[in-house]
């Protein structure tokens, strides 16, 4: 009986032990499970535009999601509210539906990496009717912060770059141009952003982004490396990213802020900022290409290489009314010219031939 009772206690010794061992290893794996999410959350691989290899990651000094516990107006906060701005749980709404509104949220640390990418979720809608809204919002890579303005709520010649969602056709000869309109600007401190043709002049490139009154998220995503300034979209629900523009030879300083602002004027809108999601690229570079990314560490004034080239299309678009006007004219005069000598010729053969019959 004894030994019975021995064998059974032996028994369950063992099969505690087994199931002891089993929790544990079941645990130690859930926790390695998680970790392995955790690292593939902040850390990233993906791949460049030049089929260079890069890895991603989120910074949070950068970032700003909910339940936005960074803003404020005490010196430890990461971001600062400006305007109208305000914060609810959903979204910082930088400008209501409502008229001569503006806002913006501006991070409190300046920016000092090489390659960087922003990924930014936002959310436009409002009472109005198509083009009876206004005026769009902005998200910003700049030298300057904290300031208000006619460009989408922030200064004028401002100085780095501004990517804008242009939600309301300034200019009326807008046909081949469907609003709202994505485009980017690299400012160096004295251009000016031409709002009666809808920054025409001074943009590098853009894409129709129809984003108003929709049901789903709609994501911005500013990429800038290697020199290269790329801006993609995704407004359609189909979560994959579509080509807005492809920049290469950008040149911005480090050590700017980065922000988003909104206003509207005798047209509003809801313009909601969700999140904007700043992740580190690290790229491996050859040597030559690590020296030329230190020299340009150290330029102070934003540029993009021939810049005249991107902007051709703008000049010739201006130029076309004056060029049309004049081939009229000179249309115009040639077929009087025409008509005058051909009456003159006439007027010649009818002399000769009455003189033939005397």
Same mark, same amino acid.
């Given at each position: 009986?004894?030994?019975?009772?021995?064998?059974?206690?032996?028994?369950?010794?063992?099969?505690?032990?087994?199931?002891?061992?089993?929790?544990?290893?079941?645990?130690?794996?859930?926790? +390695?499970?998680?970790?392995?999410?955790?690292?593939?959350?902040?850390?990233? /691989?993906?791949?460049?535009?030049?089929?260079?290899?890069?890895?991603?990651?989120? *910074?949070?000094?950068?970032?700003?999601?909910?339940?936005?516990?960074?803003? #404020?107006?005490?010196?430890?906060?990461?971001?600062?509210?400006?305007?109208?701005?305000?914060?609810?749980?959903?979204?910082?709404?930088?400008?209501?539906?409502?008229?001569? *509104?503006?806002?913006?949220?501006?991070?409190?640390? @300046?920016?000092?990496?090489?390659?960087?990418?922003?990924?930014?979720?936002? /959310?436009?809608?409002?009472?109005? /009717? *198509?083009?009876?809204?206004?005026?769009?919002?902005?998200?910003?890579?700049? *030298?300057?912060?904290?300031?208000?303005?006619?460009?989408?709520?922030?200064?004028?010649?401002?100085?780095?770059?501004?990517? &804008?969602?242009?939600?309301? @056709?300034?200019?009326?000869?807008?046909?081949?141009?469907? &609003?709202?309109?994505?485009?980017?600007?690299?400012?160096?401190?004295?251009?000016?952003?031409?709002?009666?043709?809808?920054?025409?002049?001074?943009?590098?490139? #853009?894409?129709?982004?129809?984003?108003?009154?929709?049901?789903?998220?709609? &994501?911005?995503?500013? %990429?800038?490396?290697?020199?290269?300034?790329?801006?993609?979209?995704?407004?359609?629900?189909?979560?994959?990213?579509?080509?807005?523009?492809?920049? @290469?030879?950008?040149?911005?300083?480090?050590?700017?802020?980065?922000?988003?602002?909104?206003?509207?004027?005798?047209?509003?809108?809801?313009?909601?900022?969700?999140?904007?999601?700043?992740?580190?690229?690290?790229?491996?570079?050859?040597?030559?290409?690590?020296?030329?990314?230190?020299?340009?560490?150290?330029?102070?004034? @934003?540029?993009?290489?021939?810049?005249?080239?991107?902007?051709?299309?703008?000049?010739?678009?201006? +130029?076309? #009314?004056?060029?049309?006007?004049?081939?009229?004219?000179?249309?115009?005069?040639?077929?009087?010219?025409?008509?005058?000598?051909?009456?003159?010729?006439?007027?010649?053969?009818?002399?000769?031939? %009455? /003189?033939?019959?005397?």
């Amino acid at each position: 009986m004894a030994a019975t009772m021995l064998e059974k206690k032996i028994a369950f010794d063992s099969s505690w032990n087994s199931f002891l061992h089993f929790s544990f290893h079941r645990n130690m794996t859930n926790k +390695m499970h998680w970790i392995i999410l955790l690292l593939l959350a902040i850390s990233r /691989k993906c791949w460049c535009e030049d089929g260079h290899e890069m890895e991603e990651f989120l *910074k949070r000094e950068y970032s700003l999601s909910k339940p936005y516990q960074g803003i #404020g107006s005490s010196s430890s906060s990461h971001w600062e509210l400006m305007g109208d701005a305000m914060i609810t749980t959903d979204h910082v709404r930088l400008t209501p539906d409502m008229q001569s *509104k503006q806002g913006a949220v501006w991070s409190r640390i @300046p920016c000092f990496l090489r390659d960087w990418e922003l990924q930014v979720h936002f /959310k436009i809608h409002g009472q109005g /009717k *198509k083009n009876l809204n206004g005026d769009g919002l902005a998200v910003w890579y700049s *030298k300057e912060r904290m300031q208000t303005g006619p460009v989408f709520g922030n200064q004028d010649m401002f100085t780095g770059l501004g990517v &804008f969602v242009d939600t309301y @056709p300034n200019e009326e000869k807008h046909l081949e141009r469907i &609003f709202p309109y994505v485009l980017a600007m690299v400012g160096n401190g004295s251009l000016t952003y031409d709002h009666e043709r809808d920054g025409r002049p001074t943009e590098l490139g #853009g894409c129709t982004a129809v984003v108003r009154n929709l049901q789903h998220d709609t &994501f911005l995503f500013i %990429r800038y490396v290697r020199r290269r300034l790329t801006v993609m979209i995704d407004v359609d629900g189909q979560h994959e990213w579509k080509d807005c523009l492809d920049i @290469p030879g950008v040149h911005l300083p480090q050590g700017y802020y980065f922000g988003a602002s909104a206003i509207t004027g005798d047209l509003s809108d809801n313009h909601d900022l969700i999140s904007m999601k700043l992740y580190q690229l690290t790229v491996l570079r050859s040597k030559e290409e690590e020296e030329q990314a230190a020299k340009d560490d150290e330029i102070t004034i @934003p540029s993009v290489d021939n810049i005249e080239l991107l902007q051709g299309d703008v000049v010739e678009g201006k +130029m076309s #009314g004056v060029a049309l006007f004049f081939t009229v004219l000179f249309s115009l005069l040639g077929c009087i010219v025409l008509v005058i000598i051909g009456l003159a010729l006439y007027s010649h053969w009818s002399e000769n031939s %009455r /003189k033939r019959f005397y």
